[in-house]
T-cell receptor, first 115, second 113 residues
Framework: ETGVTQTPRHLVMGMTNKKSLKCEQHLGHNAMYWYKQSAKKPLELMFVYNFKEQTENNSVPSRFSPECPNSSHLFLHLHTLQPEDSALYLC??????????????FGPGTRLLVL | GQQLNQSPQSMFIQEGEDVSMNCTSSSIFNTWLWYKQEPGEGPVLLIALYKAGELTSNGRLTAQFGITRKDSFLNISASIPSDVGIYFCAGQLPLGYGQNFVFGPGTRLSVLP
């Protein structure tokens, strides 16, 4: 248990569906992150929230829409995805974004398959 | 942008052998983190290093923060089958250098009984 939970763990969706991924951290952190992990590629940072404010959008297509209602919860809303969006989506948290001596803790991920 | 290189990309070892892997960059980092990821799971933090030259152990794992702040290594002693997985390094860039954490591509470790 890393203190970061993600639901669902697995998701299959069609290209016309709308779904949401949820992340919750129980570590008292103030920064939360979404990463995409595709086979044989390094982790790709998608979004960063620091104290509920989005501080980074790493050129992510608009079919991915993040939401951070408070420091403990992070959502990723998905709509009209493409098959190449199939991947493991990882959430992480840290005390703060760009803080000193930060450590990121990851959730177990949501394995997404787009048909 | 900043990149981390990890080597080796993959390794096959016999159970009981020691393992060494490293992470290098042309950029300076303030923090080095080592993670292990097993299939279908998220990366789990193994060791965090915060100071140049720091040497830290976690059971059979030992990691060091290079004195140039551009590299780090991870050693695993007396490997066992459950050490199988992908080991990632991550570096935290100094403030003002854009994307704060940079991840390496991973070293895939296989342990043969």
């Amino acid at each position: 248990e890393t203190g970061v939970t993600q639901t669902p763990r697995h998701l299959v969706m069609g290209m016309t569906n709308k779904k949401s991924l949820k992340c919750e951290q129980h570590l008292g952190h103030n920064a939360m992150y979404w990463y995409k992990q595709s086979a044989k590629k390094p982790l790709e940072l998608m979004f960063v929230y620091n104290f509920k404010e989005q501080t980074e959008n790493n050129s992510v297509p608009s079919r991915f829409s993040p939401e951070c209602p408070n420091s403990s919860h992070l959502f990723l809303h998905l709509h009209t995805l493409q098959p190449e969006d199939s991947a493991l989506y990882l959430c992480a948290s840290s005390r703060a974004a760009q803080g000193v001596q930060e450590t990121q803790y990851f959730g177990p991920g949501t394995r997404l398959l787009v048909l | 942008g900043q990149q981390l290189n990890q080597s080796p990309q993959s390794m096959f070892i016999q159970e009981g052998e020691d393992v060494s892997m490293n992470c290098t960059s042309s950029s300076i980092f303030n923090t080095w983190l080592w993670y292990k990821q097993e299939p279908g799971e998220g990366p789990v933090l193994l060791i965090a290093l915060y100071k140049a030259g720091e040497l830290t152990s976690n059971g059979r794992l030992t990691a060091q923060f290079g004195i140039t702040r551009k590299d780090s290594f991870l050693n695993i002693s007396a490997s066992i089958p459950s050490d199988v997985g992908i080991y990632f390094c991550a570096g935290q860039l100094p403030l003002g250098y854009g994307q704060n954490f940079v991840f390496g591509p991973g070293t895939r470790l296989s342990v043969l009984p």
